[in-house]
C-alpha cells in the first residue's frame, strides 16, 4: 500500500483499516515513511480526525511499536497513575507512598518536565543519589518488595509516540483528542498495569483549558482504556491555579513530606484523595470510595504513609535523610515577597503564568537538555478567595539571581488579580469520568 493513498483517503475523510493504521506506524517508526509525508498525514488527521476504532488502533499500533512490560509476576491488581501536566503538580509524591502502605502496588513510569510543568523524576532526584532509571527486573523486584516503584520511560516503550510527538510539535497537529489519546494511552498501555487513573487537569495551567475539550479527552482515554480491557476512571482536576502552596522542584517536595506528615495543603489532598481512593476501588482492597478515602487518611495520620516515603526514597538509592530534615534542601539565595497593591480578595492565580515565572528562574526545562536550578521558585501565601490586605504578600520568590527574581515578580503581579468583591475557593474536582 502507498503512503500517497493513504493520506488522500483521510484528507477526504475516510476511515483507515486496522492494516492500514498499523502499516503506517511501523513505517514511520523504521524510518520507511519520511517526515514530509506523515506530516501531510497527521494534518489531515487534524482536519478530518478519527473515529473510535480508528483512534483504538492508531494507540495500540503505537503501544506494540516497542517494548511491553510484562507485570504478570507482581502480586495483585497493579495501579498507575498519569497527570496531563499542571503547576505545581506533586500528587505522584504524595499519593503513591500512602496508596501502597494500604497494600495496593503502585506500578508508576513517569517522564521529566518540560517547559511550566514539572516532572516527578525531576523531583525525586532532589534527593540525592535517587535513581529515577530502574530496569525492568529492578522495577519489578521492588514493587513486590515494598508496593512501589517509580522509573522513568524505557527508550522503546512506545517509540512510535516519540517521533510522531516530535513531528507533530513542529507541526502545529500537537492539540488533536485522537493523536494525544494515542499519545498518552499508548504509553500507558505499554507500561503493563491492569488498572490506570487518570487526572485531566483543566484550567489556565492545563494543556486543556476548558472543562468541554478536558471531558472529550477524557472520555476518549477512558474509552481506549476499557477496549485494552483496562481498569480505568479519569478525574478532572482544577488547574485554574497552582496545586498547593508550593511551586519549583524541592519547594514542592518539602510540600509533598508534610503532607504525608498531615500538614498537606487541603486542596493538594482533595485531588490525593479522590484519585487515590478510585485505585483502592480498582485494586478491591475495598469497594466503597469513602471507606477508601478513610483508609487513606489513617495512613497519614498514623505515620505508615510518610514511613512508606522513606523506604521508596531509601529502596532507589536516594539518601532520605532529606526527608526527615527538610533543611538539608539547599535554599534559594534570595526570598523576596510579592506585595498586594490593594485590599481586597484574591480572584485570580493564573496558574500558567505562575510556572513560567518558576521556569524563568531556572526551575524549568525549555529543552530536556537544560538544567533545573533545584532550589528555585515560588511559594503562594494566598490562595484565590483569600482576603488580603494591601501591602501583604501574595506570594514569595525563591531566587539566586536578582534580575530574574524582578522579571518574575512582575510575572505574578501580571498573573494576580485582587477585587474588592468576594469570591469563593476554587472547587477542585470538576468531574469524574468512569
Do not use: W
Not at 124 to 142: K, T, V, Y
Amino acid at each position: 500500500m502507498r503512503m500517497y493513498d493513504l493520506i488522500e483517503k483521510k484528507k477526504m475523510g475516510e476511515t483507515l483499516t486496522t492494516e492500514e493504521i498499523y502499516h503506517i506506524v511501523n513505517g514511520y517508526t523504521h524510518d520507511e515513511i519520511p517526515d514530509y509525508q506523515m506530516s501531510a498525514l497527521l494534518m489531515a488527521i487534524y482536519f478530518k480526525g478519527m473515529d473510535v476504532r480508528e483512534r483504538y488502533d492508531l494507540t495500540m499500533a503505537m503501544r506494540d511499536s516497542g517494548d511491553i512490560l510484562d507485570l504478570s509476576s507482581i502480586d495483585g491488581v497493579k495501579i498507575d497513575k498519569h497527570s496531563t501536566g499542571g503547576v505545581g503538580d506533586k500528587v505522584t509524591l504524595v499519593l503513591g507512598p500512602i496508596i501502597a502502605s494500604i497494600g495496593v502496588p503502585v506500578a508508576k513510569m513517569s517522564g521529566r518536565g518540560l517547559g511550566h510543568t514539572g516532572g516527578t523524576i525531576d523531583k525525586l532526584e532532589a534527593f540525592p543519589g535517587f535513581n529515577g532509571a530502574l530496569s525492568e527486573e529492578q522495577f519489578i523486584r521492588q514493587v513486590n518488595n515494598i508496593k512501589i516503584a517509580v522509573t522513568g520511560q524505557s527508550k522503546n516503550l512506545a517509540p512510535a509516540d516519540k517521533k510522531l510527538y516530535a513531528l507533530r510539535d513542529v507541526t502545529a497537529t500537537v492539540d488533536e483528542i485522537s493523536l494525544i489519546t494515542g499519545s498518552i494511552m499508548s504509553k500507558k498501555l505499554a507500561a503493563g498495569t491492569d488498572a490506570i487513573v487518570l487526572d485531566v487537569t483543566v484550567g489556565d495551567g492545563a494543556f486543556m483549558k476548558t472543562k468541554e475539550s478536558a471531558l472529550e479527552l477524557a472520555k476518549s482515554m477512558v474509552d481506549i482504556g476499557k477496549r485494552a480491557n483496562k481498569k480505568i476512571a479519569a478525574v478532572l482536576t482544577n488547574m485554574d491555579e497552582p496545586l498547593g502552596f508550593a511551586v519549583g522542584n524541592n519547594l514542592e517536595v518539602i510540600e509533598a513530606i508534610n503532607a504525608l506528615k498531615g500538614n498537606g495543603p487541603e486542596d493538594l489532598m482533595e485531588v490525593v484523595y479522590e484519585l487515590g481512593s478510585q485505585m483502592i476501588v480498582f485494586s478491591e482492597i475495598e469497594t466503597d470510595k469513602k471507606k477508601a478515602r478513610a483508609l487513606m487518611e489513617e495512613a497519614v495520620s498514623n505515620g505508615k504513609a510518610f514511613e512508606k516515603f522513606l523506604e521508596f526514597i531509601e529502596m532507589q538509592g536516594g539518601d532520605a535523610s532529606y526527608a526527615r530534615d527538610i533543611n538539608k534542601f539547599a535554599p534559594a539565595k534570595y526570598v523576596i515577597p510579592v506585595e498586594a497593591e490593594c485590599d481586597g480578595y484574591v480572584h485570580a492565580l493564573k496558574a500558567e503564568t505562575f510556572g513560567l515565572a518558576s521556569m524563568s528562574l531556572g526551575g524549568g526545562r525549555e529543552t530536556f537538555e537544560d538544567v533545573i536550578d533545584m532550589s528555585v521558585g515560588i511559594i503562594l501565601n494566598k490562595k484565590v478567595g483569600d482576603q488580603v490586605k494591601k501591602g501583604e504578600a501574595i506570594a514569595y520568590v525563591h531566587a539566586n539571581d536578582e534580575a530574574k527574581a524582578k522579571h518574575a515578580i512582575e510575572m505574578i503581579k501580571s498573573a494576580t488579580e485582587v477585587s474588592s468583591e468576594k469570591c469563593d475557593h476554587m472547587k477542585l474536582i470538576i468531574d469524574i469520568v468512569e
